[in-house]
T-cell receptor, first 110, second 115 residues
Framework: EDQVTQSPEALRLQEGESSSLNCSYT??????LFWYRQDPGKGPEFLFT???AGEEKEKERLKATLTKKESFLHITAPKPEDSATYLC???????????FGPGTRLSVLP | DAGVTQSPTHLIKTRGQQVTLRCSPKSGHDTVSWYQQALGQGPQFIFQ???????QRGNFPDRFSGHQFPNYSSELNVNALLLGDSALYLCASSLGLVPLLDTQYFGPGTRLTVL
């Protein structure tokens, strides 16, 4: 059964304090790994798609990396507006549904 | 370019009632997926529609049913509502069967409260 875990469950950072979020997955044939950001009461907002081990994607203060067993979302010099829940999802094989992890709640304090 | 839209935004029902939620996909997308997200958890896959047919289904009972229309919009129906059905229902659209282009984009969700 495909599974996704995320750690830590919650993370509090001071503004400017860089850190990383982890997404570990077990899937039969990874089709793609996806990162989303979700603000309270809203739908997930797409951030990145990663398809193969070694791949990296960057957007502003965020950088996502992928290995054969996990993905990291690195946040450099975060700002309070980066506070949100970050969700990781995997898609196994062509045309399959997304399996989401429980998310990491990030709080960035000014 | 309109993104994924959902209606209504909020809904309050009582146990045993039936509910219909609606979704319009992002322009150019032909595939719609529905997810249930309980408070503090990640979204759980309900089912996916492509070419007006249910292509895949998650581990949800038959009380959950759906439909896709020729214009690719979709409905989620839930019968005999239970208290545990209270959640945020998310619709996601994508371009089906196109490798590397089937990233799912989510709507704002419908918050369903069952009393």
């Amino acid at each position: 059964e495909d599974q996704v875990t995320q750690s830590p469950e919650a993370l509090r950072l001071q503004e400017g304090e860089s850190s990383s979020l982890n997404c570990s997955y077990t899937v039969s044939g990874l089709r793609g790994l996806f990162w989303y950001r979700q603000d309270p009461g809203k739908g997930p907002e797409f951030l990145f798609t990663l398809y193969s081990a070694g791949e990296e994607k960057e957007k502003e203060r965020l950088k996502a990396t992928l290995t054969k067993k996990e993905s990291f979302l690195h946040i450099t010099a975060p700002k309070p507006e980066d506070s949100a829940t970050y969700l990781c999802a995997v898609q196994a094989n062509y045309g399959q549904n997304f399996v989401f992890g429980p998310g990491t709640r990030l709080s960035v304090l000014p | 370019d309109a993104g994924v839209t959902q209606s209504p935004t909020h809904l309050i029902k009582t146990r045993g009632q039936q509910v219909t939620l609606r979704c319009s996909p992002k322009s150019g997308h032909d595939t719609v997926s529905w997810y249930q997200q309980a408070l503090g958890q990640g979204p759980q896959f309900i089912f996916q529609y492509y070419e007006e047919e249910e292509r895949q289904r998650g581990n949800f009972p038959d009380r959950f049913s759906g439909h896709q229309f020729p214009n690719y919009s979709s409905e989620l129906n839930v019968n005999a509502l239970l208290l545990g059905d209270s959640a945020l229902y998310l619709c996601a659209s994508s371009l089906g069967l196109v490798p590397l282009l089937d990233t799912q984009y989510f709507g704002p969700g419908t918050r369903l409260t069952v009393l």
